[in-house]
């Protein structure tokens, strides 16, 4: 009924006005969001209606081809999700390997520093002018001929041997 009202005033307004089309249609525009804004009660005009709506009798149909298409589209995206796993543990793998092959350089260049520290050190301790130092610190002489034995054995047959024994085996009585 009001809308009825409201719609019989805005034909009496556009009736009496004399403007041109273009005004009349601002002019009525105007006026309608007028009204509209007074008829209005909070800050928003929306109101929304519960609908109530029973889905429970209805049935989905069975579509084989939409199935075969789902399990072909899970078979290639697992397909897919494994060829990137493999290329992710490839990845990580490879840069594992790197940090081991580093750390093994850098333990090899530790060694080898190592290594020559000891060489170095070896040719000190055996220095025939320290080793004679300390002999004579020690009160020790040159040895007479004869004195020295070499292991392998390679000298002269006329010198003089070193003596060894050899412990008699021992017989059990019975």
């Known amino acids: 009924m009001a809308a009825s009202a409201m719609a019989g005033q805005q034909l009496e307004m556009l009736g009496s006005r004399a403007h041109s089309r273009a005004e009349s249609l601002t002019a009525r525009n105007r006026e309608l969001y007028e009204a509209q804004r007074r008829a209005r009660r909070g800050p928003t005009p929306e109101v929304f209606f519960t609908k109530h709506i029973d889905n429970s009798r209805i049935v989905k149909a069975d579509d084989p081809e939409r199935r075969r298409e789902m399990r072909t589209f899970t078979a290639v995206m697992s397909v897919l999700f494994v060829l990137v796993m493999?290329?992710?543990w490839q990845h990580f793998s490879a840069i594992e390997i790197g940090?081991?092959?580093?750390?093994?350089?850098?333990?090899?260049?530790?060694?080898?520093?190592?290594?020559?520290?000891?060489?170095?050190s070896?040719?000190?301790?055996?220095?025939?002018?320290?080793?004679?130092?300390?002999?004579?610190?020690?009160?020790?002489?040159?040895?007479?001929p004869g004195q020295v034995v070499r292991p392998e054995g390679g000298g002269d047959p006329n010198a003089p041997a070193l003596a060894q024994a050899s412990a008699p085996a021992m017989q059990i009585a019975q």
């Open 86 to 88: 493999v290329y992710v």
């Open 99 to 120: 940090y081991h092959v580093e750390a093994q350089k850098a333990q090899v260049e530790q060694l080898r520093e190592e290594n020559r520290q000891l060489r170095l």
């Open 122 to 144: 070896e040719a000190q301790l055996t220095d025939p002018g320290r080793i004679d130092r300390i002999a004579k610190q020690l009160g020790l002489g040159e040895p007479q």
